[in-house]
């Protein structure tokens, strides 16, 4: 947001207390963190949710993507359960999802989503990535994320595809 002016702050920075994140939607959880920033903080509030949803588990891990990888957050645990609940599924479709809402101290929002549709891979592959990146090749690709160069990566991503949405919205 830097080139349209926008002074960035970080929750840590202000000293924000987390709050629980028990929403059941990435928009319901986005919604609630930039909301408990925007009233404490009194200022304008952005935030995401954002996780991998594998269509043959109902798109699970969904919501719960973080969680997946337990306390220790272990994402080769957490690829691992996701290959292990997909034995014997023909179907490995997947995609990145994110909501990105914008809060106001008045409680006023808007949100705005993106999507990156995929696969999923096994055995991982690739080490520029973080979480389900290595198990994860978006359409038209052949490789995963965690084997594209970060920028190729931002470029197209869920997150990405969400933030252009919100400057178009916002920015134009």
Same mark, same amino acid.
């Given at each position: 947001?830097?080139?349209?002016?926008?002074?960035?702050?970080?929750?840590?920075?202000?000293?924000?207390?987390?709050?629980?994140?028990?929403?059941?939607?990435? /928009?319901?959880?986005?919604?609630? #963190?930039?909301?408990? %920033? &925007?009233?404490? $903080?009194?200022?304008?509030? !952005? *935030?995401?949710?954002?996780?991998?949803?594998?269509?043959?588990?109902?798109?699970?891990?969904?919501?719960?993507?973080?969680?997946?990888?337990?306390?220790?957050?272990?994402?080769?645990?957490?690829?691992?359960?996701? /290959?292990?609940?997909?034995?014997? #599924?023909?179907?490995? %479709? &997947?995609?990145? $999802?994110?909501?990105?809402? !914008? *809060?106001?101290?008045?409680?006023?929002?808007?949100?705005?989503?993106?999507?990156?549709?995929?696969?999923?891979?096994?055995?991982?592959?690739?080490?520029?990535?973080?979480?389900?990146?290595?198990?994860?090749?978006? /359409?038209?690709?052949?490789?995963?994320?965690?084997?594209?160069?970060?920028?190729?990566?931002?470029?197209?991503?869920?997150?990405?595809?969400?933030?252009?949405?919100?400057?178009?919205?916002?920015?134009?």
């Amino acid at each position: 947001l830097a080139p349209f002016g926008a002074e960035v702050i970080s929750a840590g920075e202000l000293g924000l207390p987390e709050p629980v994140e028990d929403g059941d939607t990435f /928009e319901a959880n986005a919604k609630i #963190k930039a909301l408990a %920033s &925007a009233k404490a $903080a009194e200022l304008p509030a !952005l *935030a995401d949710d954002s996780g991998l949803c594998v269509h043959a588990l109902n798109d699970e891990p969904g919501v719960y993507s973080a969680r997946w990888a337990g306390p220790g957050k272990d994402f080769d645990l957490a690829m691992q359960k996701v /290959e292990d609940a997909l034995d014997g #599924k023909g179907d490995r %479709s &997947a995609h990145f $999802a994110c909501a990105l809402t !914008l *809060a106001w101290p008045d409680g006023h929002t808007e949100t705005f989503e993106g999507q990156v549709h995929g696969a999923m891979t096994w055995p991982p592959r690739g080490d520029k990535g973080f979480g389900y990146d290595p198990t994860f090749v978006p /359409e038209g690709f052949a490789t995963t994320f965690a084997e594209m160069e970060p920028q190729a990566k931002h470029a197209m991503s869920h997150r990405a595809r969400a933030f252009k949405k919100l400057v178009a919205a916002c920015f134009a």
